[in-house]
């Protein structure tokens, strides 16, 4: 066989393999570490940028509520003097929340790290400051997880093909070769010098992205740091479930808690607020919202990325903190219910979500269910103890497959009561039971 053959076969091979990289994902995180992230099942979602001097929507509000021009120029006013890292990981911290996802870049392609690639950057704002290192620093000072919201689509960029939300035809002179390079050189700069737990991708439903795009993506940051826990956002596809094509770790429901799912991981992303960035005078959730939502997403066996917007000058609202802290405050007395369970036996429903762990199921009430609670247990499952989670007992029967929990008039917890039930075997066998 001569040498110009075999040279031009390896040559064919190699092309083939870097072809196939692009498309198929080589490498998954290791299982594991994402049973360690679902354990945490509760983290801070922040949205800034200077987008939050005019209180619109980040990247959204770009060319409507905020005229392009205007909207490009902001970062030349932000200076926000009284950000403080430190006091916005503290206040994730006092919420009882285990990790921070931070927008690195959102689709307005305003980088908020000192990055060599771009000149649109904090760096070149007021400020100058390394946002993204200095929350790095206090999430590590805190033994908080840092984790960083990294847009695909940029309208910004005059490389990617398309310059505005709803434009629907790409710009001919935009070359998307290039801006992917651009990607994966601000990952790597993100990944080898912040080490984040985990990256939130976002904005892979426009036409330029691919599912090949987001599987080379994949393989790239995987090669960077193979423990990087990746979301569902990087291949095309649907943010709510798991699907064969999905490129990345977990499923990502958007504004509603996911549906419950015992074999896949997932993430549901909602607001305290409307906006994701601060808007002035915005509507807050209750803290029977905040609290229903949090054990809504544990009972679906689903973590909560509960998303704040800081102002303008750097701090977060104080209503949003205090929330925040009410929060913090039910989950000292009811964590043991949250952390480290899983979700289930019983399907959520208006009444109540529950929760396991080992021997015990966690019910957590979201309203009385009136002066008896009967619930079905499979064969073979005995309850031995219940009681309140502040030790109260509650007193039982069973009866073959169906227990019987007498509810007094008034429950501990308005907002929601935990049960303990301490069962005869490990509960984590018991099938999803949606009760009668
Ligand atoms: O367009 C973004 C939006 O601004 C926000 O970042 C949310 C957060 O999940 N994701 C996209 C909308 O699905």
Redesign the pocket.
């Known amino acids: 066989m001569n040498r110009s053959f075999v040279m031009f076969f390896f040559l064919c091979c190699s092309l083939f393999s870097e072809a196939q990289q692009k498309t198929v994902v080589l490498e998954k995180t290791d299982s594991k570490i994402l049973d360690g992230f679902m354990d945490k099942r509760f983290g801070m979602?922040i949205?800034w940028g200077p987008i939050s001097m005019r209180g619109t929507?980040?990247?959204?509000s770009r060319n409507h509520e905020v005229s392009q021009q205007d909207y490009d120029s902001l970062y030349k006013e932000f200076n926000p003097v009284l950000f403080n890292a430190d006091a916005w990981v503290k206040a994730a911290k006092d919420a009882g929340m285990k990790y921070i996802t931070f927008?690195s870049k959102?689709?307005d392609g305003f980088s908020m790290w000192p990055t060599a690639y771009s000149n649109y950057s904090i760096m070149h704002s007021q400020y100058k400051k390394d946002i993204v290192g200095e929350l790095a620093k206090a999430c590590k000072k805190y033994d908080i997880k840092f984790c960083l919201?990294y847009t695909v689509l940029d309208w910004y960029d005059l490389n990617y093909p398309i310059h505005n939300n709803g434009i629907k035809e790409p710009d001919p002179k935009a070359d998307m070769t290039r801006f992917i390079q651009y990607m994966k050189n601000q990952l790597k700069e993100l990944v080898t010098n912040y080490h984040p737990y985990m990256i939130w991708f976002?904005?892979n439903w426009e036409s330029p992205w691919t599912q090949e795009m987001g599987a080379d993506i994949y393989n790239y940051l995987k090669k960077l740091d193979k423990n990087v826990i990746i979301n569902n956002r990087l291949g095309k596809g649907t943010?709510k479930i798991m699907t064969p094509e999905t490129v990345g770790d977990y499923a990502?429901p958007?504004q509603e808690v996911g549906e419950i799912n015992m074999s896949n991981p997932w993430e549901s992303?909602i607001t305290i607020c409307h906006q994701?960035a601060w808007k002035p005078n915005d509507k807050m959730k209750t803290l029977k919202e905040c609290i229903q939502t949090l054990v809504g997403t544990a009972g679906g066996n689903g973590n909560l990325l509960f998303?704040v917007g800081p102002m303008p000058d750097g701090r977060m609202e104080d209503r949003q903190v205090k929330r925040l802290k009410e929060m913090g405050d039910w989950l000292k007395v009811n964590g043991e219910a949250i952390y480290g369970t899983k979700g289930g036996p019983y399907k959520p429903d208006s009444v109540l979500a529950a929760t396991r762990k080992g021997n015990k199921i966690y019910l957590h009430l979201f309203k009385k269910p009136g002066d008896q609670l009967v619930l079905p247990v499979p064969e073979g499952i005995k309850l031995l103890k219940a009681n309140f989670i502040n030790g109260v007992k509650v007193s039982f029967t069973q009866e073959g497959n169906s227990i019987k929990l007498s509810i007094p008039d008034s429950l501990p917890d308005s907002i929601c009561t935990v049960i303990v039930l301490q069962m005869n075997a490990d509960t984590i066998g018991i099938p999803i039971i949606a009760k009668q």
């Open positions: 979602f949205h929507e980040i990247g959204w927008t959102h689709h919201y976002d904005g943010h990502t958007e992303c994701w998303n």
